[in-house]
């Protein structure tokens, strides 16, 4: 292979800069696994994975997973071995994974066995703060190799990197986006956590993440190392736990020009030192490299991320805090650090003011931008607010180191009781806890040794949003707590099933009183019919009532009344005929005194036969009564037969 334009040869003596990234492509081999295939940009004849031991570096570029999807990127972090003219430091690398179907291939080898190839292009160069301009551009440049086949390497050399006869200038770090997530798309996921793992990070505890996804795995940590000023710029020791050269070469600042923020984030002790001796970073970290997670000797904290689900199993012996992405879960088993991890009430109000101005201005087809477009709620104001929170945090420190340690201080302790009644310590804000636990760190000791003690001169020693627990503080939280409970998507299904019901139900109500009502219509057009025939009928009878004959016309009257009581209840009287019914009365009364004087002539012949029949009566009852003593005991019975025809009983 002709050697490479001098604008591409692999040079990592240019640590802070450098011309342009190297390339390998590595393929995944069925019998032995990820292998690289060959190296594009370095100088004939050299090998950086055998001269660096990049021996896990086919491993980093194909992760764990990543056959499951179509494409899939990897970030991951790797240590360059010292050479003449330069020290240890760490390289970074980034990895498109795409796989095909095989019998696409146009020249297909014959070691090619399985239905689908995975290949993965790598590029590796010297800072993080490349990636995100690389993304892309790997991403077209592999779907371009792909289409095209390429199987002769300078072929793909041309590709990848282009061809140039002249130098190109060199890459200005500064000028290029973050890697990472959207802050805006962090904080809207994980609200109040979001802060929580930003304070975690400086406690350099040992973090885990977990995804199913490689990519939103590596950019989730590299958003939240992103928050902590100049850090980005400033990871020369983070790919190994041996590497120190930041705390090795570190002085206190001799000078300080407020106006320029560079240099009063330097006063400010910024960059902390986050990754040192006895640290590591690995946003892609394959289980390879696991015996350097479990050495406590060498390894003491780390920032890691797996997408291999075996290391959940294992989650209290390499991590002191878990956080699964796939679930947006936060396991945090050490208690000291959750105890110094605890919000204070000006954490939460802090918090709660920035998710509530991203949240407001959310917008789900372009989350990295405020629907308002204006700067409240961007990703540059919400960096901002983290800077201004941390610088508050360093100078509330070195307040409360002032005025509460009296070696080197002979006044300390008048200063303390004027502080006592002139203001409260600025640390409790941030949580006192907090303190105590990264006064334990290595971190704390380097910013405790390049520091000045009058930090709180320069930035003011206060929390954004200090002050105590309010009643709109607790309002607040109760409505966000409510909120997260995601009441409206939880029962939308049930609210869903419940609208079918009440709308059958509905349905069956109404087709009840329809039918109701129509049984009422025909009840009563039955009735109407009915009172018509009624009315029909009563018409007959008054006829039948002017007929001479009394009993005949009662007779009458009352068959009627039993063959139709129905028509006679429900009839409509008629318009009353009142001569017809003054003759009827006149002839009834006739009737009525001759029957009457009929029956008393009857009546007065029938007594005088009632009183002849007494008399007999009695002189036989006198008999009987005394026979009855004569023969106690027997009973007769006679039948007697008065005047009047009636026959008697008599014992």
């Given at each position: 292979?002709?050697?490479?334009?001098?604008?591409?040869?692999?040079?990592?003596?240019?640590?802070?800069?450098?011309?342009?990234?190297?390339?390998?492509?590595?393929?995944?081999?069925?019998?032995?696994?990820?292998?690289?295939?060959?190296?594009?940009?370095?100088?004939?004849?050299?090998?950086?994975?055998?001269?660096?031991?990049?021996?896990?570096?086919?491993?980093?570029?194909?992760?764990?997973?990543?056959?499951?999807?179509?494409?899939?990127?990897?970030?991951?972090?790797?240590?360059?071995?010292?050479?003449?003219?330069?020290?240890?430091?760490?390289?970074?690398?980034?990895?498109?994974?795409?796989?095909?179907?095989?019998?696409?291939?146009?020249?297909?080898?014959?070691?090619?066995?399985?239905?689908?190839?995975?290949?993965?292009?790598?590029?590796?160069?010297?800072?993080?703060?490349?990636?995100?301009?690389?993304?892309?551009?790997?991403?077209?440049?592999?779907?371009?190799?792909?289409?095209?086949?390429?199987?002769?390497?300078?072929?793909?050399?041309?590709?990848?990197?282009?061809?140039?006869?002249?130098?190109?200038?060199?890459?200005?770090?500064?000028?290029?986006?973050?890697?990472?997530?959207?802050?805006?798309?962090?904080?809207?996921?994980?609200?109040?956590?979001?802060?929580?793992?930003?304070?975690?990070?400086?406690?350099?505890?040992?973090?885990?993440?977990?995804?199913?996804?490689?990519?939103?795995?590596?950019?989730?940590?590299?958003?939240?190392?992103?928050?902590?000023?100049?850090?980005?710029?400033?990871?020369?020791?983070?790919?190994?736990?041996?590497?120190?050269?930041?705390?090795?070469?570190?002085?206190p600042p001799s000078s300080l020009k407020t106006s320029d923020r560079s240099s009063l984030l330097a006063y400010m002790g910024l960059p902390?030192?986050?990754?040192?001796?006895?640290?590591?970073?690995?946003?892609?970290?394959?289980?390879?490299?696991?015996?350097?997670?479990?050495?406590?000797?060498?390894?003491?904290?780390?920032?890691?991320?797996?997408?291999?689900?075996?290391?959940?199993?294992?989650?209290?012996?390499?991590?002191?805090?878990?956080?699964?992405?796939?679930?947006?879960?936060?396991?945090?088993?050490?208690?000291?650090?959750?105890?110094?991890?605890?919000?204070?009430?000006?954490?939460?109000?802090?918090?709660?003011?920035?998710?509530?101005?991203?949240?407001?201005?959310?917008?789900?087809?372009?989350?990295?931008?405020?629907?308002?477009?204006?700067?409240?709620?961007?990703?540059?104001?919400?960096?901002?607010?983290?800077?201004?929170?941390?610088?508050?945090?360093?100078?509330?420190?070195?307040?409360?180191?002032?005025?509460?340690?009296?070696?080197?201080?002979?006044?300390?302790?008048?200063?303390?009781?004027?502080?006592?009644?002139?203001?409260?310590?600025?640390?409790?804000?941030?949580?006192?806890?907090?303190?105590?636990?990264?006064?334990?760190?290595?971190?704390?000791?380097?910013?405790?040794?390049?520091?000045?003690?009058?930090?709180?001169?320069?930035?003011?020693?206060?929390?954004?949003?200090?002050?105590?627990?309010t009643v709109e503080d607790v309002q607040r939280r109760i409505t966000q707590q409510i909120a997260t409970l995601q009441l409206d998507s939880?029962?939308?299904?049930?609210?869903?099933?419940?609208?079918?019901?009440?709308?059958?139900?509905?349905?069956?109500?109404?087709?009840?009183?329809?039918?109701?009502?129509?049984?009422?219509?025909?009840?009563?057009?039955?009735?109407?019919?009915?009172?018509?025939?009624?009315?029909?009928?009563?018409?007959?009878?008054?006829?039948?009532?002017?007929?001479?004959?009394?009993?005949?016309?009662?007779?009458?009257?009352?068959?009627?009344?039993?063959r139709a009581p129905g028509l006679s209840r429900f009839s409509t009287p008629s318009t009353p005929d009142f001569a017809a019914a003054q003759?009827?009365?006149?002839?009834?009364?006739?009737?009525?005194?001759?029957?009457?004087?009929?029956?008393?002539?009857?009546?007065?012949?029938?007594?005088?036969?009632?009183?002849?029949?007494?008399?007999?009566?009695?002189?036989?009852?006198?008999?009987?009564?005394?026979?009855?003593?004569?023969?106690?005991?027997?009973?007769?019975?006679?039948?007697?037969?008065?005047?009047?025809?009636?026959?008697?009983?008599?014992?």
């Amino acid at each position: 292979m002709p050697p490479a334009p001098p604008s591409f040869i692999y040079r990592f003596d240019h640590v802070r800069k450098m011309n342009s990234p190297v390339v390998c492509v590595v393929a995944f081999h069925h019998a032995r696994g990820p292998e690289i295939e060959s190296w594009f940009g370095v100088e004939d004849g050299t090998d950086p994975a055998v001269d660096n031991d990049w021996s896990f570096l086919p491993f980093m570029a194909l992760s764990d997973g990543a056959h499951s999807s179509t494409e899939d990127f990897s970030y991951f972090t790797l240590s360059r071995r010292q050479s003449p003219g330069s020290a240890s430091t760490s390289a970074f690398g980034i990895s498109c994974t795409r796989q095909m179907d095989a019998n696409e291939l146009l020249h297909r080898p014959a070691d090619v066995t399985r239905s689908t190839v995975q290949k993965a292009v790598v590029v590796i160069a010297d800072s993080p703060q490349l990636f995100g301009h690389l993304r892309e551009k790997l991403s077209m440049k592999f779907q371009e190799s792909l289409s095209k086949n390429l199987h002769d390497a300078e072929d793909e050399r041309d590709l990848y990197l282009g061809q140039s006869s002249e130098p190109s200038s060199p890459i200005d770090l500064m000028s290029h986006p973050s890697p990472g997530l959207s802050l805006r798309e962090l904080i809207h996921e994980y609200k109040h956590q979001t802060l929580v793992l930003f304070k975690c990070i400086l406690l350099q505890p040992k973090m885990l993440f977990f995804s199913s996804r490689c990519e939103r795995l590596c950019m989730m940590q590299f958003s939240l190392i992103s928050l902590i000023p100049l850090l980005l710029s400033h990871l020369q020791d983070c790919a190994s736990p041996d590497f120190d050269a930041q705390s090795s070469t570190s002085l206190p600042p001799s000078s300080l020009k407020t106006s320029d923020r560079s240099s009063l984030l330097a006063y400010m002790g910024l960059p902390l030192q986050i990754f040192g001796k006895g640290s590591l970073f690995g946003p892609y970290t394959p289980l390879q490299q696991l015996d350097v997670l479990a050495d406590y000797n060498r390894t003491r904290s780390y920032i890691v991320g797996s997408t291999n689900s075996l290391l959940l199993q294992q989650k209290d012996r390499y991590s002191d805090i878990l956080i699964n992405l796939d679930d947006s879960s936060i396991i945090i088993s050490s208690p000291s650090l959750r105890t110094a991890l605890a919000l204070s009430a000006a954490d939460r109000r802090w918090i709660d003011f920035l998710t509530q101005t991203v949240t407001s201005t959310w917008d789900p087809k372009n989350p990295s931008r405020p629907t308002t477009l204006a700067y409240m709620g961007s990703e540059e104001f919400i960096r901002l607010q983290f800077e201004e929170y941390l610088l508050g945090l360093l100078a509330a420190v070195k307040y409360h180191l002032y005025f509460s340690t009296p070696v080197g201080n002979p006044n300390a302790q008048h200063h303390h009781l004027h502080h006592a009644h002139d203001r409260p310590d600025p640390i409790q804000d941030f949580n006192p806890g907090w303190l105590s636990f990264w006064q334990t760190t290595p971190s704390y000791a380097l910013f405790l040794r390049t520091t000045d003690p009058h930090l709180f001169d320069i930035v003011e020693p206060r929390h954004p949003t200090a002050g105590a627990l309010t009643v709109e503080d607790v309002q607040r939280r109760i409505t966000q707590q409510i909120a997260t409970l995601q009441l409206d998507s939880k029962v939308a299904a049930t609210r869903e099933n419940l609208g079918k019901h009440l709308v059958t139900g509905q349905r069956k109500v109404s087709t009840a009183f329809e039918k109701f009502w129509g049984d009422m219509e025909a009840l009563l057009e039955a009735q109407r019919r009915k009172a018509e025939a009624a009315k029909e009928g009563g018409s007959e009878m008054g006829t039948l009532e002017r007929k001479p004959s009394v009993a005949s016309s009662i007779g009458g009257t009352s068959e009627k009344a039993a063959r139709a009581p129905g028509l006679s209840r429900f009839s409509t009287p008629s318009t009353p005929d009142f001569a017809a019914a003054q003759a009827s009365v006149a002839a009834a009364g006739q009737k009525a005194g001759a029957y009457m004087s009929s029956w008393g002539a009857w009546a007065a012949e029938k007594r005088k036969g009632w009183g002849a029949s007494a008399a007999g009566v009695g002189t036989e009852h006198a008999e009987k009564v005394v026979e009855g003593h004569r023969s106690p005991g027997k009973k007769k019975s006679r039948e007697v037969t008065g005047g009047d025809g009636i026959g008697r009983l008599d014992a």
